[in-house]
């Protein structure tokens, strides 16, 4: 009996030594599948991520998802369309800079547009953000088309015809 009780004691022993018995007595004997310090994705707005946002210094199409900042002011004369987005997942920070249309040297019947988002109805646009903008001198300054899930924020829009912001097709 002895000898049993010596052999139980020096197996719980080693089991201690080797970390067995922690993980026996949390109840998994053999230790399989233990996993340790999962971390979650606690990115909740879901709002795309680079290491370094894409620079924009003129007037340009972005159409592939990520981060865009504005890197200096933008003074467009000849752009019917200063900022045209026409893909999901996009971050625009304008960084306070100014996208300016000018609209004292076109002609009247031109309609000009700031910042456009472009979605269709069988294909919307998600999850844009538009912030820290100065748009001045267009007709339209942000206008969304067919975009849903999306933000305008801390933005300063100065026109003078048309509308400052146009939301236009959008669920949400």
């Not at 000849?78 to 996009?90: F, G, K, L, T, V």
Request: aromatic fraction near 6%; include cysteine; proline fraction near 2%.
């Amino acid at each position: 009996m002895m000898k049993n009780g010596v052999l139980v004691i020096l197996l719980i022993i080693l089991l201690v030594l080797s970390g067995c018995a922690n993980t026996y007595i949390k109840g998994n004997p053999l230790g399989l599948n233990k996993v340790s310090n999962l971390q979650k994705d606690n990115n909740l707005d879901n709002e795309p991520r680079r290491d370094e946002p894409i620079g924009i210094d003129s007037c340009q199409v972005i159409n592939e998802g990520g981060e865009y900042k504005l890197v200096n002011d933008i003074e467009s004369i000849e752009d019917e369309i200063c900022i045209s987005i026409q893909a999901d997942n996009i971050i625009l920070d304008c960084q306070g800079h100014t996208i300016n249309g000018n609209l004292e040297e076109v002609p009247e019947d031109e309609e000009r547009i700031g910042i456009h988002v472009f979605g269709t109805e069988d294909d919307a646009l998600i999850n844009l953000t538009i912030k820290n903008c100065e748009i001045t001198g267009w007709n339209k300054g942000i206008y969304f088309e067919n975009a849903d899930n999306s933000k305008i924020i801390n933005n300063l829009v100065v026109t003078t015809v048309g509308d400052g912001y146009k939301l236009e097709y959008f669920d949400n």
